[in-house]
């Protein structure tokens, strides 16, 4: 684990440089501590790097790989007012560390839209549409805005949807699933009632109506709720806006999901300025 941590600031460290357009001798120059910090985690006998490269692909290492990423972009801005580092390092990844707080600042505040527009008695869920590396920011700004996080990976739980249920019915689809991953959560794609009602029939933990009007969901949630399960979870998604999600609400749905918020949310406008050192001190007792 040590070695893959490495391995993943060091790669981190190669992006900034070649993403920023810095030099990675004068990058390095302004960090010696960081530099330090990956020296002691490498390994005596470099020869090893590929297995800390196999190790690094396990699926809690390549979640870390963003936040890793970000870390050390983060990490001069705080240390520029400490003057613990060069100026040259604060100026080269200042661009990148923008773009990372623009962006998901942007799906934070697309996120609180949606949560508001939904009102208090519905869940907003994100989806795994999400930039490629950036999905353990992406749910962290999605929390942040007042959201929940959808699944993180297919191993969360199982979700059939459309192509997998082709050839097979629901009902088959289901118990399959739970003899193969018992205990997992099994979720069921529908776009028509009579699919929810096969669900029903199966115990399927939740259905998720895709691209039904509010109408169709009000007609779904009442069969659920009439059903021999009526704590069968309901999950709207697909076409969901901020100008309906309030109809989707108000039809009984308890959870809904949208791309929107991570794949379309826009930027918040964010800027980066040092202001000069006068080297007057304002602290108590200083000035009049």
Request: charged share 20%.
């Amino acid at each position: 684990m040590r070695r893959a941590t490495a391995f993943v600031i060091l790669l981190a460290l190669g992006w900034a440089a070649w993403d920023t357009g810095a030099d990675p001798v004068r990058l390095v120059r302004g960090m010696p501590w960081l530099v330090d910090i990956v020296r002691r985690m490498l390994p005596p006998d470099l020869r090893v790097l590929p297995a800390a490269l196999a190790g690094a692909a396990t699926t809690v290492e390549i979640a870390l790989l963003g936040t890793a990423v970000a870390a050390v972009l983060a990490l001069p801005l705080a240390f520029l007012s400490a003057r613990n580092v060069a100026a040259p390092a604060v100026f080269y990844p200042a661009r990148t560390a923008l773009n990372f707080l623009c962006h998901l600042s942007g799906v934070a505040t697309a996120t609180h839209w949606f949560v508001e527009a939904a009102g208090s008695a519905v869940r907003v869920l994100d989806t795994r549409k999400t930039l490629p590396g950036l999905r353990a920011l992406e749910k962290a700004a999605v929390r942040a805005g007042g959201g929940t996080n959808h699944r993180g990976s297919l191993s969360d739980f199982v979700l059939l949807k459309d192509n997998h249920l082709a050839g097979v019915t629901i009902g088959d689809a289901v118990r399959r699933s739970r003899a193969l991953w018992p205990g997992r959560a099994v979720e069921v794609e529908c776009d028509r009632l009579e699919q929810v009602e096969e669900a029903i029939a199966a115990r399927a933990t939740m259905v998720l109506l895709d691209n039904m009007t509010p109408d169709e969901v009000c007609a779904c949630v009442a069969v659920v709720r009439a059903s021999q399960v009526p704590e069968l979870l309901v999950e709207v998604s697909g076409g969901v806006t901020l100008e309906n999600v309030r109809a989707y609400a108000d039809a009984g749905a308890d959870v809904v999901s949208t791309s929107v918020i991570t794949q379309s949310a826009p930027a918040l406008d964010l800027g980066f300025d040092i202001a000069a050192h006068t080297g007057v001190d304002r602290g108590a007792g200083g000035g009049e």
